[in-house]
């Protein structure tokens, strides 16, 4: 069986609309077993037809058999194999990685091929090409010929039993020179057939065979002395590495070239980093912010429904809320009467008063209301206890306060039991209110609560009260009953709509929603901002992956000239851009973490951090990885071998 059998075999390149042809019907047959060199002069298609043999480009037309296999038929996949199993190549530049040693380089071949202990096998051709000393040595602490001895060893990693050599001493001292023709020798006298691109007369004496090529044709042959004769008989082909072998072999190289660049990395991760720096604070105060809105409304009381007195108009003019009292204590049982969903009813009367204790002043807000004010409000005192029907109805002088009053009064210490002036009253302090927080225009502790008869006949001098303020059956709808009380009121006030806006009615659980609603709003297009911002980390990996896949134009058509397919190439591109915005992602929530508990510690900021925000952050740093490497890899994987190995 012959090495290479090549019949009628016809290439030409296409520039523009003009075609030339650089192979012109080409014949040769190469036995097992010879050493051939193929000159002619500059352009004449000695490389072109070297790369034709060695798979790494195509023919326009003839037929080519390859140890008795025919190629030109064959898929992508099929000559990316044969060339990781059967071929070895030797290039003028020699194509060595340039942030791996010497060992590394040698065994890049199995990283796509079934090899045997490749270290091993990789130390042995080292040693065999005289490099034992220099496996640690990266390229550039290697001389070239060192670097061309190095990529021979790579080429016989997986025992090919052909090697293409291209040029393989033309960069190289007259002494290298010699050392590399007496490696391919060795190699050759080992068994090898090796066929080798030379345009120098002194290395092509040390092969068997002398073709001559000029224009694209084959024009004369010399025989220099007689080949041994080698059958090797149905080449026994190695596997091609698959599954979970070849991806950690490609992640593993995907680390080490994100490592070996690492400020590459960092620049491409920081998008993806600040991007979800903003989603997860982001979703953590939009959270903060739907619970403290919850909060401040459960704190008010469960489905609570106020009535105050609106403005009035008089003869034209708009009168401002509250200037005209029609609503009276005696609407608190009418309105029970009425309506059996409201489940506990108060009557509420506010003023300002001036507090003395001791030698200390403070004007406060004195707000008078029924015993159940408690338990319609959520007032549970935090210390002492609230007053009694019985204390409201003897119009008793007592009080419970705030935590703002207690703060500036009593220095935060317990007042109950104290005897407190409220506008020169003496009052006797029965208990201390629950902390409310702030309204955002109103501090809700400071206040001084009383009973709601002693406020009107004793305080205030009040007849009308200012709010009716109840808790709604929840079952009930809101808004239904605000038409029907404002209808009711009007009637029992001998009022009507057309008066103005009398009975302002406010439902908390609309307020609530609207507040929630508002908030989602506001949340949802910070997300869409933070999203933003992560798409824009994401186009930022794709144009760092874009200017690496130009960079490493080579690096991927010696990958590919050593059996990678391109669905390999594919993979180690997408798992780079993957493990960078990974990179981003999970540096960027740790930041987001870090941001959002300094937001809590040092602005008191309501912040919920949940696992789905958590979660969708890091997934979608891993989608964007995903996504916006999809095209350089795309791109890398499409490159053919011989235009990316040709690449400057
Ligand atoms: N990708 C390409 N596109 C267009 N023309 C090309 C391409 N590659 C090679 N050529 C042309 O094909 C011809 C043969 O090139 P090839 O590299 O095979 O020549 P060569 O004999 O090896 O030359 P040298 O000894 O200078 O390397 C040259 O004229 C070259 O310009």
């Avoid at 009168?319 to 029609?326: L, Q, V």
């Avoid at 306060?401 to 009253?425: A, C, H, Q, S, W």
Wanted: proline share 3%.
């Amino acid at each position: 069986m012959l090495a290479i059998d090549i019949k009628n075999l016809s290439k030409s390149y296409k520039i523009g609309n003009t075609k030339f042809s650089v192979l012109n019907q080409i014949n040769l047959e190469v036995k097992q077993g010879e050493f051939v060199a193929i000159m002619g002069p500059s352009g004449s298609g000695k490389s072109t037809l070297l790369q034709v043999m060695g798979l790494l480009d195509t023919a326009d037309s003839g037929t080519y058999r390859l140890f008795g296999k025919q190629i030109e038929k064959e898929p992508s996949n099929v000559l990316s194999d044969i060339r990781g199993s059967m071929i070895g190549f030797v290039f003028q530049q020699f194509h060595l990685l340039s942030k791996s040693n010497a060992i590394q380089n040698v065994c890049l071949p199995s990283l796509y091929t079934e090899i045997n202990e490749p270290t091993k096998v990789a130390e042995i051709q080292l040693k065999k090409v005289g490099l034992e000393n220099r496996t640690h040595h990266t390229p550039s602490e290697l001389s070239g010929g060192q670097q061309q001895r190095v990529a021979i060893a790579r080429a016989l990693l997986n025992d090919p039993p052909i090697i293409f050599a291209d040029e393989p001493t033309g960069n190289l001292d007259s002494k290298s020179k010699i050392e590399i023709m007496l490696e391919l020798k060795r190699s050759h006298e080992e068994g090898k057939t090796i066929v080798m691109v030379t345009h120098e007369p002194e290395m092509a004496e040390y092969c068997d065979r002398i073709i001559h090529v000029i224009d694209g044709k084959i024009t004369n042959e010399e025989r220099k002395r007689k080949s041994r004769e080698i059958h090797l008989g149905t080449y026994n082909i190695l596997k091609r590495k698959s599954g979970w072998n070849l991806i950690k072999g490609i992640i593993k190289q995907s680390f080490f070239s994100l490592t070996t660049n690492r400020l590459r990395t960092f620049l491409s991760a920081l998008g993806i980093l600040f991007g979800v720096v903003c989603v997860i604070s982001v979703m953590a105060l939009g959270e903060g912010a739907k619970k403290s809105v919850e909060d401040q409304f459960s704190s008010l009381g469960a489905n609570l429904v106020i009535v105050r007195t609106g403005g009035m108009r008089s003869g034209g003019v708009s009168m401002e809320a509250g200037t005209i009292n029609r609503l009276d204590v005696y609407d608190v049982s009418a309105v029970s009467k009425k309506f059996p969903e409201v489940k506990q009813i108060s009557a509420v009367v506010n003023g300002r008063a001036q507090l003395v204790y001791g030698n200390r002043n403070w004007n406060s807000f004195v707000t008078g209301a029924s015993f159940n004010y408690e338990s319609l409000r959520n007032l549970e005192p935090t210390e002492g206890r609230f007053f009694t029907e019985e204390e409201d109805n003897k119009r008793a002088l007592v009080c419970l306060i705030g935590n703002t009053v207690v703060r500036e009064l009593f220095d935060g210490k317990n007042p109950v039991g104290t005897y407190l002036k409220i506008n020169r009253i003496s009052f006797r302090v029965i208990g201390q209110l629950p902390e409310k927080g702030s309204t955002g225009f109103r501090d809700q502790d400071d206040v001084v609560l009383v009973p709601l008869n002693t406020a009107m006949r004793r305080l205030l001098n009040k007849d009308a009260v200012d709010n009716l303020e109840m808790e709604l059956d929840p079952n009930e709808s809101s808004e239904n009953f605000i038409v029907s009380i404002k209808r009711f009121l009007h009637e029992r006030h001998g009022t009507n709509e057309s008066m103005g806006n009398i009975y302002q009615v406010m439902s908390m659980a609309d307020i609530q929603s609207a507040v929630s609603e508002s908030n989602q709003t506001m949340s949802t297009l910070l997300i869409a901002l933070a999203i933003v911002s992560l798409m824009v980390g994401g186009i930022g990996i794709m144009n760092i992956m874009l200017v690496s896949v130009k960079e490493r134009t080579k690096e991927i058509g010696l990958r590919k000239a050593l059996g990678a397919r391109e669905s390999d190439i594919r993979i180690q591109f997408l798992i780079e851009s993957t493990l960078t915005s990974l990179t981003g992602g999970i540096v960027g929530l740790v930041f987001g973490i870090l941001t959002v508990l300094f937001l809590q510690e040092y602005f008191g900021w309501t912040i919920v951090l949940s696992f789905p925000s958590i979660g969708f952050a890091f997934l979608f740093s891993i989608s964007i990885g995903i996504l916006f490497g999809w095209w350089p890899s795309e791109y890398a994987a499409k490159l053919s071998p011989i235009v990316a190995l040709r690449s400057e």
